[in-house]
């Protein structure tokens, strides 16, 4: 997963510039978003628990929706919603990206450890999460302005 504070970071670039920032995720992700919604002032928290038609329902009002490799990334796609994907551990060769939508993947190209796995681990085997800590919200904020910026 990006670095909590990461997207915190991104949330606030994002809002400075208008943009409305809604947290998405389940029942596993409730304490991150509860954190997320008090470091992201004004922002919406719907995360919930496990209600997947709820969370689409909501989502398809989103231009675009920044995510991990995760379930919510295949909602968004699902949607047709431009998905801002990040990658970590996880390379997009493996076939589990943004599926026939507008995406853009973060990632970290050319680190020498990557990919170490094809679903993600809790800690990186090499002891310094560079596949993640190398990415950061400003570059993942100059993406997704330049997508939106463009609808």
């Avoid at 909590?4 to 389940?26: E, P, R, T």
């Avoid at 304490?31 to 995360?47: A, D, H, V």
């Avoid at 989103?62 to 699902?78: E, F, K, P, Q, Y």
Wanted: hydrophobic share 40%; charged share 20%.
């Amino acid at each position: 997963m990006w670095p909590k504070q990461y997207y915190a970071d991104l949330g606030n670039l994002l809002m400075s510039k208008g943009y409305i920032i809604v947290l998405f995720g389940g029942r596993q992700d409730i304490q991150i978003c509860n954190e997320l919604s008090t470091k992201i002032p004004g922002s919406i928290n719907l995360c919930n628990d496990n209600k997947i038609f709820n969370t689409a329902i909501d989502m398809k009002k989103c231009r675009a929706v920044v995510t991990n490799d995760s379930g919510l990334m295949h909602i968004a796609s699902s949607l047709n919603i431009f998905v801002l994907a990040v990658f970590g551990s996880t390379v997009k060769e493996f076939g589990f990206m943004p599926y026939r939508c507008k995406n853009s993947i973060l990632e970290n190209i050319g680190l020498y450890c990557r990919p170490c796995t094809h679903i993600g681990k809790e800690t990186c085997p090499e002891n310094h999460f560079r596949c993640m800590l190398e990415l950061s919200p400003q570059s993942a904020f100059d993406k997704l302005n330049t997508i939106l910026k463009a609808q």
